[in-house]
Structures are given as C-alpha cells and as structure tokens.
C-alpha cells in the first residue's frame, strides 16, 4: 500500500459508491502539519479493525486506546525495512555458524540421531524438520535451503512466505538438538516470530520495487523526474506485533533485573565470574580478566544491572518515545556489544540490538533522511527519451535513487553522420558546441553529469559515478569494478547507446517511449473487505500468541508472586508456547552467577597406543583454567556444561557411539579408539583474590573395545517411549 | 517459440522422423495427464489421511523413530519423518492435499509439480510397509514429468495468462477468436522419449520375468483370483463362474500383451493407430486388473502413462465430438454487467470449439429470431441451433452442454429440486449483478474499474531474437541437461534392478544414481506377480479377549475366525493387505512390538473402554491356494506372531491339531 505524503481531502463520495476507506481526519493527538498527520496510519489490509483510524467523534471518546496505540503499537516501514534486513542477516549467520558442527550435533553421525531424539524426546510438543534428515547429507541440503531462505528475506523477495519458512525453519533447526538451547536461540526466536506478524518488505525489498514498477510506467523524462509517484511507502504500521516486541523486550530486561539477587550481584563481583567461564570466555575476554582491577569489576556489574534496568524503563516510557527508545538502543548496544565481546552467547546480544532497528521513530527519518540527502552528490543522467531501454534504465535508477538526487535529462543522440569527419577539401566545421557534444555522447554510451562540478561522464565511469549518488550505490555497480565484467558492461552501455533501436527490440521496449500512461486501478472493494478479513485474522493471531506467552511468563518467573502464578491453562496453550519454543523464563546470570565451571575431557587410547581426546584433536588436557579459555563456540560449551548433568544421562550413549566412530568422521583410521574414559572436570571458582581449588573430576563414561562393540546404535535402557 | 528453438536443436540431432515420433508431446494431452494423475495423487492421499493413525503416526504401526532407527531400505527419507502425534500427521496431509489440488487444477504448476513430487515420496517412504509397484510408479511418473510444460493447457495459470494477455471489453473482442492465440501444443523434449522408454520398460521386464510354471500353463490368472487378500466382489464373481479354460486363455492374454505392448509403444510406423491399440490394450490390461482386484494406485497411473502420448489426431477425434454443430449456442448477455462480461470471457477461454457465440443485449438487431426484446434485459439468454430460447439456470444448462465436459460442472441444474435452487440462485445474484460488479471491483453500468480501464492491450509478436527467446533457450538448454542426466541414471537403475539384465550384465551404479533413487524411492524393479504367481494367502487374526471376557478380533469388530477359506475375500484395502502380508515376515519380528502397543491402545482409538484387550494373541492364518477345479485351499497351521497377557481359551487350538480331530 501507497500513500501520498499528502493526500488531498476526500472528495464527496458519489451516490451509490462505497465511502473512501481513509477519511484524512487529523487526529486530537497529532496536529495538522506534523507528520502523524500528514500520515495517517494505514487503513487496511495492515491495520486490525479494532486500532483503524476512525473517524474524529470517536477518536474523542478513546484517546486512551489511540494513545496506546501511537505509543506502543506503531512502527514505521523503512524502519521495518532495516529490521528485516538485520534480522535476515542475523538468522543467517545463526544458521551458518552450525554447518561445521552439523557431523557432531545435527546428523546421525553425531551423538544425538534423530531417531533417538524422537524416541525420547527432550521436551514435549516437540517438531523439527531437521529431524527429517538422517545423514549429514540430507541435513547440510535442508540447511542450504534454510540459507537461501535467509538471503531471500533478506533481499525480500516473497517477504511474507519467507519470513513465514524463516520461522519454521529456525524453529526447527532449534529443535533439532535442544539440549544446545540457549537464551540466545529463544530470544531469536521470539524475535522472529513476533515479526512474523509484521509487514517487514514494504520497503528495501525486492517486492517493493516489483510494486514500484507496477504502480507507474513512465514513459517520459518528465515522468521520470516526478517523484511523487509512485510513493514511496511511509505510511505507519499499526500491530499488536509492535506493542509484543516492545513488551517482549522489557519483559526480558525486567525479569533479567529482579532475578539477579545473589550475593554477588550485590557486592560488584558478579562480572568477575563471568569472565571465569572458560568455556565462554573469548580471546579478549581470556586477556582481559588478568588486568582487570576488582573495582572494575564492581563498576561494570553495577553498570550492567543499571543499563538492563534503564532499558525496560526507557523502553516502556509512554513519553518521548522516540528518543528515549534510541537511548536505550544506545544503552542496549553499549552492554551487549561489550557482553558480546568477552564471552561467547550466541545470538543473544545481537538479537538483543537487532530489535531496535523496529523502533527507530519516523522522526528520525523525516530529519535525518533530508540531512543525509544534501551531503549526497547530485547526478543528472542524460538519455535518449525515445529509446525504450534507456527509459526503462531510467526507471531502475528512479527506483533506487531514495534520496532523489538523480536528475532524468532527456538528450536526442546526433547521428553518426553529423558527427562523421568533414570530407576533403570540405571547410573545416565549426568546433562542436557543448550540447552537440552531450547528444554525440549519449549516441555512443551512457552519460552521466555532475552539475556541481560541471563535469561530464561517459561509459563505466558515467555509470559509477551514478553509484555515487545512490544509497549503497557502490554496493549495486560493483560488478562493474571488476576487470572483465566491467569491460563487457561497457561495451554493452556502447552497444545500447548506438543501437538503440536493437537494444528496445531485444527487450521489447520499443512500444515504451512516449506512449500512454495507465493509472494503475484502484484497489477493488473485495480486495479491501479481504485485506481487512486478513488482518483482522493476523491481529487475533497475535493476541492468541500474546495471551499464550504471558501464561508462560508467569509460570516460569521466579519473582511473579504466587497470586499470579497460573496452574492450569489449556493444552492449545502450552502448545502455542512450546512448539515454536517461545519460552519466557528470563534470569540470565541469576540469581547468582556460575560459581563453578568445567567442560568433558575423553581420555581416549588409539589403535597405536597414543592417548587422544576425539574432542579436541589432541592429547587430553584436565587444565581447567587454561589462558584465553577453552576456545569452544557456544554449542560447543553448552554441549560440555550440560551432557555431564544427570538429566541427560540417557544420551550418553550416543556420545560413546560418537566417540567410538571419531575416526570415521575425521577419515582417519589410525585415530580409532581401542578404550576411552569420559571425564567431566570441573572446578569451583574462588573468590577474586582467593585460591583455586583443584580441579574435580567425574567419570560419566567409559568404553573398552572388548565390551561387545556393536555396529549399531543401541538402543538406550531409558527413555520413555513416545506416543 | 521455445518449442521451435527446441525443435531446431532435436532435428539437427536426431531428425524429423524420430523427433515427430519419440520426442513430441502434445501440451493439451499433458494438461489432461496432468488433470488425472493429480486426481491420483488426492485420492492416494486422501485414503493415507483417513489412515494415518495406523500407517503414520506414533500411535500405528511403525512411530518415526522405529522407522528411523531400523528403516526398511536404504537411505530413506520423507518429511513425515518429523511428524509423531496423530495431529501434527493429519496438518502436514491437509497441508499435502492442498498441494495436489493445486497440481490437479493446475494452479502454480510449476511450484504444485515440485512440491507434489516431495509429497508423494515422502508419503510413500514414511511406511514402507504398505509400498507396493503402484506406489514406485506414481513417484516415477511425478519425477518423469517435473520438467514438461503440464500446465499450458486447461490449467488455471492457463486460464490467469490467457485472461492477462486480451481483456476483451465487448461481444465483437470475445468473438474474435484469433487473439490470445492458444499457447503452442507441440512439446519437444527428450523427457518425453524417456516416458516412452519407461513404459515399454515396465512391460517388457513385467513379461520376461513372468518364467515361473504358473505363466507356462496359463494358469496364473487362476492363482491371481484367489488371492482373498486382494480380490474383488466382481474377481470372486469371476474366478466361481468363468470356465477355466477362458481363465487360462485369459492368463495367456495377459502375458501376450505385456510382451506385445513395449514394442507397439515403440513401432515407428503409423504412430497415431499404434499409441491408439497400446492405449486400448493397457485399459483392457489394467482395467481388467483394477476391477478384478486391488493393488493400490497402480493400474490407474498405469492406464494414465497412456495420455502424454495421445497427439492432435486424437486432439481431432475429440474436435470432432464437442465440435458438432449441434453443440452451437449463441449467448446473449448484458454488456454493462462487468460479472457477466467476466463470465463470457471465461466462457470463451473454456471453448475451444469456438461453440459459442456473444451478443450484446445493446444490440437487438443482432438477436437471433424468436428472443424477446426485453428478455435479455433481464437475464442472459441462450439460443440453440433449433432456435429454442433459454433463459436463467436454463441457459446455463446450455452453455454447459456446448462446452466440452461442461455438463459435468452444471449437469445439476437439470435435476427437478435442484433446477429451482439454480434458479433462485441465479435470480439472486442477476438482481444484484452491478452491485456484485463494483464489490468485485469490475465496472458496472458502462463504466470501467476506477483508474483500470485501459485500453485493450496490441497483440505481442513472436520474436527470434529477444531476452525471452534467450531465456527460453538457455532454460531449455539446462532442461534438456538435465533431462539426459535422469536418461543415463534412469538406465543404470533399469539394469541394476531387473534380473533379466543384472544376470548377464553387473552394473556398478554411482552414488549420483543411489542417493536419488534411495532418497526418492525410484526403483525400476519390475516383476509384479513373477516370475510365479502366488500360490498361497493368508492374513492376521488377532485373538483377544477383552476386559469385560468377550472373545474379539479388533481388526473385524467379530469372533475370531481361523478358518482361511472364504466365499467373497476378506475385503481388505490395499494398506491392510499388504500390512498383512509382510508382518508375518522374520524380518519384521521387531516391528510387531509395535502392533502390540496398538493393540493394547486400541480400545481408545475405536472402541468403548469395555472393549480394552487384556489378553490377545495375533496369528497369521493362510492356506495353499486351490488348485483349479476346487473350491477350497488346503489350511496351513497359524503361525504365532506375538502375544500380551494371557489367552487361556485359544480359539486357534482346534487349528493347530487339525489331525486330532478337534477341527469340525
């Protein structure tokens, strides 16, 4: 949907037709002249009937609810743009870091098979497609097409189908092995899932410029530089979904806040044993803890629980929101970039920050966007008005050119003849005049003028220098950077320049220039009533979804008093929440943080005699404290922190299996293990300044080859049997 | 224009002859395939959907991680795998069913063809227990036809692309029949000769594997019709009443025609007579089959392969049929009612006998003799060639006679009841028709859709040199790639898997060959009742006693009965039958712990809690088929296949010691 930047009043609807469906009323709570009202937020198909703007009388009698929803329930498009764009991007990298794990924690040929999992579940309500795949063959082709997934969104092609898939398959690569589940992966999640309900293409997507293209076929320069049609889309988002990510966010700051009650929270040392978990520490982290003061350590754990405080205000503040919700992106920024930096946690800081693009108000683009638009040098492009290709060219740039400082100048071409060389003993002509020279140049290439420096560009230059003048401009003609290609997009320029008339025939153009232009149709009634049915349906998905998630907060928050606590809801309920994984049990380092840290060590004889832990690739290490950590990604340590523990003693099996096969899946035949002992060494974290203990350690597995090795999985002793 | 360059690029490799022959299908005959193999594959699924708690689900026969963990072929997949519970099972088959009614209307073909292919793979190796020929062959001909053109014609996108490329604005434009011109009918793809090759295939190692005795004397057909696990009311009818000697010569027809057909499929002479007698002798083959017995899917995919093959003198046959004369209307509608003007447009695109013709009710003189002038005011109006004049659901009845297969959609207003609901429906909605018009936002009174009404678009030329022609021969280009690729795996999985050859020839077949074979079940294994007929038959009793001491057999609602003879078959579907069959097996000892925990929950699935089963013991109860002349097999004794509790009053005893006389 399009909008005008400013609509022109209604005219009288005509006996017998439909009313206009967006009465340009402004509202109580926004002027006439302010954006808001310039902008009405979108009637339909985005809005549920129960936040549509309506009409002014009864706006009066609920400004409450119109308060809310300008408040908490609107997002702006281009924001929603950026969103999708960081979200995409943050889901494919979540996807990518996995692929060199996918032998150990994703396929049968690590230690979790897929029949195992779905044999014994780890949790109820239970689904993955992963699960599908067997071999790491099948999965590493689920998750090529779980990538492409991500790109697509990215690029927003298809957005509403692929933001669905990206959902379903995150969701279930999540799953797949949920014993690795952190905060981080539930956050993401959650994040995807509450966007799902967003229109996140309208803007910066491959679907907008397709609309773009379709809401007007300019057929002239004139209606090239005619910005404004087709309109660029700025019109508010008004959802459930933007008030559900906003309440999600401080929700998980709130619950993060007063569950950290622990001592250590108090006293200031709580960071310092943070940096002590080997298992997530970083490279950074690892040098830093041996020069960090201990009053250091006390300022930023007063800083981190004031800035996690400071968010959940900031962002539920029902004043200034714009700014203070940057404030808190800064806040937001500052203590998950740095968490980020030190110890490993997955996704969670960057889809802790990835939220906020949502957020960023309108406000901002309507001061910044001009800002930003003079620093940007202007360009006039210079074509053949009656050449079809060069008028669809045109329109490309108009599409990508959301500063507008492209100016479409229409040049006639000189013909070769008039340029030809004067004949013998004809008189020499006149030097050609500046405009004769244009109309040669665009004969033979593309031509390009900056205005402020008075300088003209011809060919791949001409078509860089357009870059110039584009947001990420650079990005879009860097394949005429490269050697080759940029000759062959050169001589291509020359060839449409010269033969034109080829070039519009090729692409069945020739009909383009001049003709008339359609209007596109207005928008059918049934096509409203229907956009309308359809948000109204996603709306009441949204409070389903919501309603469902607020059970689960009060069941699994510690400081939800007992009053509230919930203790029976519906099964369709616990399915809501526990299908896509959508849990709300925020106490992240809380009460207290780990005091103790560890990882397994195997203790592994091979064929030849050496002692080799399959784990790291070398001789088995019980140091506990090693400098710069343990180096192991964050599958990886929770992986180590958690198959020690009791609950998963049921998969060990695999583990053994796993282990036995290590020279299978390393291809190399002298690592096969004759014996290993599975050890988890552990030690207890001293105070700052106080001494290590020495390390303890647990045997939680171990295997001789003369113990009946067996060709197939076992099947496991335990484990209840899955109906 | 594709097609031409296609036709180019064949002629120069193979020439004229035996690309005209072996290489071309025609789109409209692919469109019907199309139409027909998706109503297979709904049906196929809809009969799993109203199974899946025992075939697909935890709650069944096989749970996902059984048949993970101890899958029964190699390199199993299906995206059912990751489905447990009884209604995530019974979502993802609704989700299936969309997909094969997009197939079968042809709606995203492309997409529906891709997705439909996925479905019935992994419907098929979900359980592979009930897999049988017909199962095999349909995923082939899924595989086999994703890259032909199957929704040019009669396809909704047909219908969308056709709409989009003439909006015809009034009588004159809709009886110009010249534009949009119909979509090019010749496909030239060597996909096509490998359908024909797959079908000759599958006749040719079906009859040379048929060596066994029962094949010599003929007496196949006989062993067949015994089969009470599989036959039909109409086989047992037979197998009592056909002389034997018309059942052997039956027998020998049979395999005649197995060995017959691959060669008339492949006779390069007179191709239209021979893909006429092929198709006649493989309905008479499969339908015989199909109505004498039930093997699942495969004798309708069998006798649906014939379709791609039919050409434009088969195309002519039916022109000659649903373009007679009297098939003639002339339509008389309102020219400012844009729902009527819709309705005619889409008419026009449905008749392809060019039957129908359009007149404005603007233009009275134009009205054939005998219409009222004030009629078409009120109604639209059909004139037949008679001259007899048809108003409201009586003109619809007509327009639905002049159209080819159109009295399927509106053969119901014919009906008395019926007829008057038609009319009282058509009444409402011609009372409302501008209203309906502006809803649907299709201009009404004269008046065209606000800022939509442009002027009807000039007819695009066909051009040789453009970014279209370049596309189309480059996807081609990888099309035909493709398809050769396929051709090369297609023949080493032939060799490999059929005896006749992989006893004179090993064949090593690539990982590139296995992996898609095993992962989407495409075997070419083909001996369908070879090389012997089966000469024995049998099924599962289940002995239980329920809580309450009843004696029962879940499976039947009745008494257990051990006695193998029947009168009429045991009426079993495809699914049971070949459950049945295979559970007896060693092989499947591990599977029948699952058969148990069935069982054990039975009464919740079905049942009153009264009917829980305390005890039960589950048997397999066959014989030795008769032989020809008699009427009884001769029993064989139950064989246990599993027990829970105690059954202390064994209804299987007097079976076990038939020679201590205890059997009555």
């Not at chain 1, 620093?375 to 060219?393: I, K, M, V, Y």
């Not at chain 1, 190399?668 to 988890?680: G, H, M, N, Q």
């Amino acid at each position: 949907m399009t909008a005008p930047d400013a609509p022109d009043a209604p005219e009288p609807a005509a006996a017998g037709e439909p009313a206009p469906e967006t009465p340009a009323v402004p509202t109580p709570e926004a002027a006439p002249g302010t954006a808001e009202a310039e902008q009405p937020a979108e009637p339909s198909p985005e809005m549920p009937a129960e936040t549509k703007p309506a009409a002014a009388p009864k706006r009066a009698r609920q400004p409450f609810g119109a308060f809310l929803r300008e408040t908490y329930g609107v997002a702006d498009p281009r924001s929603l743009g950026l969103f999708r764009i960081a979200l995409a991007t943050l889901l494919f990298v979540d996807v990518l870091r996995r692929w060199p794990d996918i032998g150990a924690h994703y396929a049968n040929t690590g230690w979790l098979t897929n029949h195992f999992m779905l044999f014994c579940p780890m949790s109820d309500h239970l689904f993955s497609l992963y699960l599908a795949c067997s071999t790491p063959g099948e999965v590493k082709t689920l998750m090529l097409f779980h990538l492409a997934v991500c790109v697509l969104l990215a690029f927003g092609w298809h957005t509403r189908v692929m933001q669905v898939l990206a959902a379903v398959l995150l969701v279930s690569i999540n799953s797949r092995n949920i014993m690795l589940e952190n905060g981080g992966w539930v956050v993401l999640t959650l994040l995807t899932v509450w966007s799902m309900f967003l229109p996140l293409g309208k803007r910066f997507s491959i679907d907008a410029l397709r609309a773009s293209f379709r809401a007007r076929r300019e057929t002239t320069v004139e209606a090239l530089n005619d910005r404004s049609a087709p309109a660029r889309d700025t019109t508010p988002v008004a959802s459930f979904a933007v008030a559900a990510l906003i309440l999600q966010w401080i929700v998980i700051y709130y619950f993060n806040v007063v569950h950290k009650t622990g001592h250590e929270w108090r006293d200031g040392t709580a960071v310092y044993y943070f940096f002590q978990q080997d298992r997530m520490v970083t490279l950074l982290g690892g040098w830093l803890r041996d020069y960090i003061p201990v009053a250091g350590y006390k300022v930023m754990t007063y800083s981190a629980l004031a800035m996690e405080s400071m968010i959940a205000l900031l962002l539920a503040a029902p004043f200034r929101t714009s700014f203070f919700r940057m404030v808190a992106w800064g806040l937001c920024c500052a203590l998950h970039l740095s968490i980020d930096a030190v110890v490993q946690l997955g996704p969670f800081s960057w889809a802790m920050v990835t939220m906020f693009w949502a957020l960023i108000p309108r406000e901002a683009w309507d001061e910044w966007g001009p800002k930003l638009a003079a620093r940007w040098p202007e360009r006039e492009l210079c074509c053949d008005a009656q050449s079809g290709f060069w008028l669809a060219f045109c329109r490309v740039v108009k599409r990508f050119d959301v500063l507008e400082r492209v100016h479409f100048r229409a040049v006639t071409p000189a013909l070769e003849e008039e340029a030809a060389e004067p004949e013998q003993g004809e008189a020499e002509k006149e030097p050609a005049r500046p405009g004769e020279r244009l109309a040669r140049a665009v004969g033979e290439t593309l031509v390009v003028r900056d205005p402020a420096r008075k300088k003209v560009f011809r060919g791949l230059r001409a078509l860089l220098r357009l870059g110039d003048a584009v947001p990420f401009g650079a990005v879009l003609t860097f394949p005429a950077r490269l050697p080759l290609l940029g000759t062959a997009i050169e001589r291509r320029l020359e060839r449409a320049s010269a033969q034109s008339g080829e070039a519009d025939a090729y692409f069945e153009l020739e009909g383009l220039p001049g003709s008339a232009e359609v209007p596109p149709a207005e928008p059918a009634p049934v096509s409203l009533f229907l956009g309308r049915v359809v948000a109204v349906a996603r709306e009441g998905a949204v409070l389903l979804v919501m309603v469902s998630c607020a059970s689960q907060v009060l069941i699994e928050n510690r400081a939800v008093p007992k009053l509230l606590k919930v203790e029976h809801r519906p099964e369709w309920m616990a399915s809501i929440v526990i299908y896509p994984r959508l849990f709300q049990g925020w106490s992240m380092f809380a009460p207290s943080p780990p005091s103790d840290d560890g990882r397994v060590v195997v203790d592994g004889v091979t064929k030849d005699g050496r002692h080799l832990d399959p784990l790291t690739g070398r001789e088995p290490s019980f140091d506990v404290q090693p400098k710069g950590g343990f180096r192991m990604n964050q599958i990886w340590g929770d992986f180590h922190r958690r198959i020690g523990e009791q609950r998963f003693e049921g998969y060990l099996d695999g583990v053994r299996d796993m282990l036995r096969n290590y020279h299978q899946i390393t291809h190399r035949p002298e690592d096969e293990l004759v014996s290993f002992t599975a050890y988890f060494v552990s030690e207890h974290i001293p105070p700052p300044g106080g001494t290590r203990a020495p390390a303890a350690r647990r045997t939680i597995l171990s295997w001789t080859s003369d113990t009946a090795p067996s060709k197939q999985p076992q099947r496991p002793t335990r484990g209840r049997f899955h109906r | 224009m594709d097609n031409e360059h296609a036709k180019v690029r064949a002629s120069n490799i193979v020439g004229d002859f035996v690309q005209a022959r072996y290489f071309t299908a025609d789109a409209r005959f692919l469109g019907a395939f199309r139409i027909g193999f998706g109503a297979l594959l709904t049906w196929d699924c809809g009969r799993r959907f109203a199974e899946a708690r025992e075939y697909y689900s935890n709650e069944g026969f096989l749970p996902n991680h059984f048949s993970l963990f101890r899958p029964m072929g190699d390199g199993v997949f299906s995206f059912l795998h990751a489905f447990s519970s009884l209604a995530e099972v019974r979502c993802v088959m609704a989700l299936m069913l969309l997909v094969f009614v997009m197939y079968t209307v042809g709606y995203r073909t492309k997409l529906a063809q891709v997705l439909a292919f996925v479905s019935i793979t992994s419907l098929d190796a979900r359980d592979l227990f009930v897999e049988n020929g017909g199962d095999v062959l349909v995923n082939l001909m899924a595989f086999f036809t994703l890259t032909l053109p199957l929704g040019r014609r009669f396809s909704v996108d047909a219908l969308l692309a056709s709409m989009r490329a003439r909006r015809e604005k009034s009588p004159e434009a809709l009886n110009d029949r010249s534009r949009p011109a119909p979509p090019d009918n010749a496909v030239v793809s060597l996909m096509v000769a490998l359908l024909f090759l797959q079908l000759a295939v599958i006749y040719f190692f079906n009859a040379v594997h048929k060596s066994g005795e029962g094949w010599k004397n003929g007496s196949a057909i006989w062993w067949f019709l015994q089969q009470d696990r599989i036959v039909t009311h109409l086989g047992v009818f037979l197998r009592e009443h056909l002389p034997y000697p018309l059942i052997r010569g039956s027998g020998y027809g049979a395999l005649g025609m197995e060995f017959s057909l691959p060669w008339i499929i492949l006779f390069p002479f007179f191709r239209t007579w021979a893909m006429r007698l092929a198709l006649l002798l493989g309905v008479g083959l499969h339908g015989g089959i199909a109505l004498t017995s039930r093997l699942g899917p495969f004798s309708y995919a069998m006798m649906l392969f014939y379709v791609p093959f039919l050409g434009a003198a088969d195309a002519a046959l039916f022109g000659r049929w649903f373009g007679r004369e009297a098939r003639r209307r002339t339509v008389i509608f309102d020219v400012d009612c844009g729902i009527c003007l819709l309705i005619c447009r889409v008419l026009k695109r449905l008749d392809p006998w060019e039957r129908l013709t359009f007149v404005g009710n603007d233009r009275p003189e134009a009205f054939p003799p005998g219409v009222e002038p004030g009629l078409p005011e009120r109604t639209v109006v059909v004139v037949d060639p008679a001259g007899k004049v048809h108003a409201e659901e009586r003109a619809a009845l007509e327009i639905g006679r002049a159209l080819p297969f159109g009295i399927l959609l509106v053969g119901w207003l014919a009906v008395p009841g019926l007829r008057e609901l038609g009319r009282a429906v058509y009444r409402a909605v011609a009372k409302n028709r501008i209203a309906i018009s502006s809803f649907l936002g299709l201009g009404a009174c004269g008046l065209g859709r606000p800022g939509g009404d442009a002027p009807e678009d000039a007819p695009r030329d066909e051009r040789p040199v453009s970014w279209r022609a370049a596309k189309a021969n480059l996807t081609n280009l990888a099309r035909e790639a493709l398809v050769a690729v396929v051709l090369v795996g297609a023949v080493i999985q032939t060799a490999n898997d059929n005896q006749f050859v992989n006893r004179r020839v090993r064949v090593h077949r690539p990982d590139w060959v296995v992996a898609p074979v095993n992962t989407f079940r495409l075997l070419e294994g083909w001996g369908m009742f070879a090389p012997e007929p089966p000469y024995d038959d049998g099924h599962v009793v289940v002995d239980g006693r329920t809580k309450d001491g009843r004696k029962l057999d879940p499976f039947t609602g009745k008494l257990p009965d051990f006695d193998p003879y029947t009168a009429t078959g045991w009426g079993h579907e495809q699914f049971w039958c070949d459950y049945n069959n295979r559970i007896r097996f060693d092989w499947h000892q591990p599977n029948r712990q699952h058969l148990r925990e069935y069982l054990k929950h039975w009464h919740e699935y079905y049942g009153t809690p009264a009917d829980e089963l305390v005890g039960f013991d589950v048997w397999w109860v066959g014989d030795k088929s008769p032989p020809p002349g008699k009427e009884r097999g001769e029993p064989e004794l139950p064989q246990k296949l599993l027990s829970f509790g105690s059954v202390p009053d064994s209804l299987a005893e007097p079976w076990l010691h038939p020679k201590a006389g205890r059997l009555k």
